[in-house]
């Protein structure tokens, strides 16, 4: 890499502010990772700044954490890899509904036809349960007691009229 101009990965250990992704089977991310987040700060930022870990902790799929952590916090090899595809495909089935009730669509940043199909070195959906991808509570109407304890274990809360 550095031959052609192009400065090679660094590698960081997972800080505790990204516990989330510690445990995934490797400790040092790269960076940039693969949304070019080029610091650590700004991983940190974006990644506790959006609904990502209310996304993991509703379990709308049970790769969602294997598929965001992959992205954020990359495993720090000379190569890139890239979730396949189908990975994508599976966690935002199961969890694009929810982004939808809090408000917010799919990003653009997570379009699953930016990732490859297949290669020799991808990660794939660890969870292949073809015939249901959502948690049962999930699926369920929101009720006020869940709502509430939404609310009360939420790190931030705001308030808007409409």
Not at 58 to 84: A, G, M, Q
Not at 127 to 152: I, M, W, Y
Request: a negative charge; aromatic letters at 10%.
């Amino acid at each position: 890499w550095g031959s052609i101009g192009i400065d090679q990965p660094q590698c960081i250990d997972i800080p505790d502010s990204l516990s989330v992704c510690k445990g995934m089977g490797y400790k040092k991310m790269s960076l940039p990772n693969l949304l070019d987040h080029s610091s650590l700060p700004e991983v940190v930022q974006q990644f506790s700044s959006s609904h990502w870990r209310h996304l993991i902790g509703r379990k709308c799929h049970p790769d969602t954490r294997l598929f965001l952590c992959s992205l954020f916090t990359p495993v720090c090899l000379e190569r890139k890899i890239y979730p396949y595809r189908s990975l994508c495909s599976v966690v935002k089935d199961g969890c694009e509904g929810i982004m939808q009730k809090w408000g917010y669509p799919w990003p653009d940043m997570l379009n699953c036809s930016k990732f490859p199909f297949q290669n020799d070195l991808c990660i794939y959906p660890q969870h292949t349960d073809a015939e249901d991808n959502v948690c049962p509570p999930c699926k369920e109407p929101d009720t006020f007691e869940g709502l509430v304890d939404s609310f009360c274990r939420a790190d931030a809360v705001f308030r808007v009229t409409v």
